[in-house]
């Protein structure tokens, strides 16, 4: 049996009721339809296509691993949620089903002072987990731009990437261990060796990464076990400018390079995001037109040696053509970053109006010298769009340091999207230009994604390319633990594996 | 007490203009030119100290980001000055 058509069987519903109790099962449509969709640009005039039969909403590992089992005797797709967050529709139905949200699972359930660990559950925030560490000195610093809104779950599911992950490490680095409902509804846990706690571990597989990043198509996590850092003593955050892209690509390198300990992170602006940012961004509309180009940094850490730190990264950009913009932006700008999802979404027509549009933001992995070329590339992709259409706009790139090295960046390319105005044929030509954009990535030694994921319209089309043989693991693994496909059927592209059974 | 005055709350001070596409009515508080907001954007009548307390509630959210994160910010500045 393949869970792969719409509906569900009374007989299911009421089974859940027995496992949830049903106040915790909901069936009514504002709450199905909610839970169709992502912040990221949508199809909306195909929004019944992606809403849920049911939602479910656990209380507890064993309850998730019930639902799950449930899905499996009536074949029914089950979809996990967490904070709805993601930018690449991991958590968005396309077999409708099950959508398990896991946001009743946020307790603290256990502060290892001295170990420095935490055990929380999957519908945890890491803002309102920060603020119950910060009176203990201590802080979890898996920093997203969702950060206020994201949890610790979908943080799993996707394999996320920090915003200060070049100083304390990515999600998978910050996750020791958690607790896993495998598709079968087996409870398993995951992390390095058996104890829960370790860093570091060499004891049969390494599998805690393979259950990280799979957007819910090999299960679901339920708890986990966090790495903790004391909460710095000290930010820097300065903000640069430059005559042009050319000039901040260089000196990114330089700053990049001075290798201080407390670096935890720098982003490239490219001239048309500064341009975007001109348009409605207090800090840069009166900015001189020689500001064309940016450079930020960020050092997090003891005072002493932020202070020292900072003198060396001032002094190589400096020597790097940068001027420094001044303490109002580089503190202001810097919090925002925190928090990008409350940023309001204004987008142009080619005529100069203002309209609201959704976020689409890119997010391949690229190497340093390929930056300049797959800028180049993927701005005459949207170009061409836009020459086509006001539905879409083009807000410009950035690019963050994925490492202390400097070897790769999350580049991203932000495009606007008018959403009321999408049809089938607006949408094609966005899903043309993802697999476009994605195969950019690809042929400079990318990866289409550093920490949305890639099972997206148009780009999950050239996941293969990009993964090669790897692909074909995948879809051995996921016939190998899911064999009646219950989740999140149809990403990935993984439904293939399916129809060659039925074949 | 001066009697409430509604036109007083709504009517808001004469623009500057900041850029080809950006006002601005108080100070550090920059707007989108209204012409650009004509064709799709509904427009409504906004109290002034809503303005002013919406400005001021990005400003206390950014200061407990940055209280959030770390105990001290090191100025820039003071660093260049150094």
Redesign the interface.
């Known amino acids: 049996m393949s869970a792969v058509a719409g509906g569900i069987d009374d007989r299911a519903l009421e089974e859940l009721a027995q496992v949830l109790g049903s106040e915790h099962l909901i069936t009514s449509k504002p709450a199905r339809m909610h839970r169709a969709r992502v912040p990221a640009p949508f199809p909306v005039h195909r929004w019944a296509d992606h809403t849920p039969d049911a939602v479910v909403l656990p209380g507890s590992t064993e309850e998730v691993a019930e639902i799950v089992k449930i899905a499996n005797r009536f074949g029914v797709p089950v979809v996990p949620r967490s904070g709805g967050t993601g930018l690449t529709d991991g958590a968005v139905p396309l077999r409708h089903g099950i959508l398990l949200d896991l946001k009743r699972l946020d307790r603290l359930i256990e502060l290892d002072l001295e170990n420095r660990t935490c055990t929380v559950g999957a519908g945890m925030n890491m803002l309102k987990l920060n603020e119950r560490l910060g009176p203990h000195g201590l802080i979890y610093p898996d920093d997203p731009a969702s950060y206020p809104c994201s949890l610790v779950g979908g943080r799993i599911g996707t394999s996320g990437w920090s915003l200060i992950g070049s100083r304390y490490g990515h999600t998978r680095d910050l996750v020791l261990s958690f607790l896993h409902v495998l598709p079968s509804g087996e409870v398993v846990r995951f992390g390095d060796g058996g104890g829960g706690k370790l860093a570091k571990s060499s004891t049969g597989y390494t599998l805690k990464p393979l259950f990280m990043g799979h957007q819910g198509t090999l299960g679901v996590a339920t708890e986990a076990t966090l790495k903790l850092y004391p909460k710095p003593e000290a930010e820097l955050s300065p903000f640069w400018a430059f005559d042009d892209y050319e000039t901040a690509w260089q000196a990114l390198r330089a700053i990049v390079r001075t290798d201080c300990a407390t670096f935890a992170g720098a982003v490239i602006f490219d001239e048309q995001k500064v341009r975007y940012l001109r348009r409605d961004d207090e800090a840069y509309i009166p900015q001189p037109e020689s500001v064309r180009a940016l450079v930020c940094a960020v050092l997090y850490g003891n005072e002493d040696e932020v202070r020292v730190g900072g003198k060396r990264l001032m002094r190589a950009a400096r020597e790097n053509g940068a001027r420094y913009l001044g303490d109002e932006i580089s503190q202001g700008d810097w919090a925002a970053r925190h928090d990008r999802y409350a940023t309001p979404l204004h987008g142009r027509t080619k005529a100069g109006q203002v309209i609201a549009m959704s976020w689409h933001c890119e997010d391949a992995e690229i190497n340093w010298t390929e930056l300049p070329a797959v800028r180049r590339e993927w701005h005459e992709i949207v170009a061409r769009l836009r020459a086509q259409t006001d539905v879409f706009d083009d807000w410009g790139m950035f690019a963050y340091t994925s490492a202390r090295t400097g070897v790769s960046y999350l580049t991203e390319i932000d495009v606007g999207i008018w959403e009321q105005e999408l049809d089938d044929e607006t949408w094609a030509l966005w899903v043309d230009a993802k697999r476009d954009i994605a195969r950019v990535a690809v042929a400079h030694g990318g990866s289409i994604s550093s920490c949305h994921g890639a099972c997206r319209e148009g780009e999950v089309d050239v996941v293969p390319e990009e993964l090669g043989g790897g692909y074909e693991v995948m879809r051995t693994l996921k016939r190998a633990l899911d064999p009646n496909n219950v989740m999140n059927p149809g990403k990935y592209g993984l439904d293939g594996v399916f129809e060659e059974d039925l074949k | 007490m001066s009697p409430y005055r509604r036109e007083e709350d709504v009517v808001p001070p004469e623009p500057q203009r ?2 080809d ?2 006002i601005m009515r108080f100070e ?3 707007e ?1 030119d209204p012409a ?6 509904r427009q409504q009548d906004f109290p002034n100290w809503d303005t002013q307390r919406i400005a001021a509630s990005r400003t206390d ?3 407990w ?2 209280r ?10 003071e ?2 000055d ?1």
Request: no cysteine; charged share 15%.
């Open positions: 900041m850029s596409v950006a550090h508080i920059f989108v650009l907001m004509r064709e799709h954007v959210h950014l200061d980001m940055h959030h994160w770390a105990t001290v910010v090191v100025s820039g500045e660093l260049l150094e």
